[in-house]
Nanobody, 122 residues
């Protein structure tokens, strides 16, 4: 069984910073892409940023220049550094892992974390 556990959410004032972490646990051989998505109240879940095992990154326009995604493959952990936060960044942030290869061999297409709430006050 694979679990993604997020941490680092909380309340921050506009202009502040937060760093989210997500650690994968289980009998994992490899994870192709890890990323962050968010869902604000009344809205659909949307991409924030993704990073491949090779370090290639992809950002939604909303976070470009403010958010930085990184990962430590050996720790199966992905991070999201968020700077210059705005009230519109308020959402539940979900960690995602795609193409997870397990031991003994089994492949999971996608795994989601339980989410961590980020609230940005104006």
């Amino acid at each position: 069984q694979v679990q993604l556990v997020e941490s680092g959410g909380g309340l921050v004032q506009a202009g502040g910073s937060l760093t989210l972490s997500c650690a994968a646990s289980g009998s994992i051989l490899s994870i192709n892409t890890m990323g962050w998505y968010r869902q604000a109240p009344g809205k659909q879940r949307e991409l924030v940023a993704t990073i491949t095992s090779g370090g290639s990154t992809n950002y939604a326009d909303s976070g470009k220049g403010r958010f930085t995604i990184s990962r430590e493959n050996a720790k199966k952990t992905v991070y999201l550094q968020m700077n210059s936060l705005k009230p519109e960044d308020t959402a539940v942030y979900y960690c995602n892992a795609q193409t997870v290869v397990l031991i003994p061999f089994r492949r999971l297409d996608a795994v989601w974390g339980q989410g961590t709430l980020v609230t940005v006050s104006s």
